[in-house]
């Protein structure tokens, strides 16, 4: 139940234009690492606003993902072709020099 309270605590400094109220949920999915992997992953390549914040009862990190545009709207990012790799170009490029990437690269045919 803190859980939850620390989620919409967390929603709401980062979109305080949204009402959010997550106390009457009633269900948990668990996930094994593989599995939370592959979900999110597949949730990033919409490319939404990801939004943490430390949870100290539990010693664990909070992660939502979600587009912070108001309701009603279009989305203020959109992105209609399909990714074919995760980080996508712009990203990647954003944050190539914190990498540390070899200087050769291996060409591998698709």
Known sequence: ML???S???LLKSTNPERTYNFMDRNYQESFD???FRQ???QALKTGPD???CY???DDALLLALNYRNPPGRLLRRQWTQKLEVLPDY???LKYKDQLKIPDTALN???
């Open 39 to 41: 979900v999110l992953t």
């Open 50 to 52: 990801v939004n943490t």
């Open 55 to 57: 949870y100290d009862k």
């Open 7 to 9: 989620f919409q605590e």
């Open 108 to 110: 591998i045919p698709s």
């Open 3 to 5: 859980a939850l309270y």
């Open 33 to 35: 690492a593989s599995t």
């Open 90 to 92: 712009h990203s990647w």
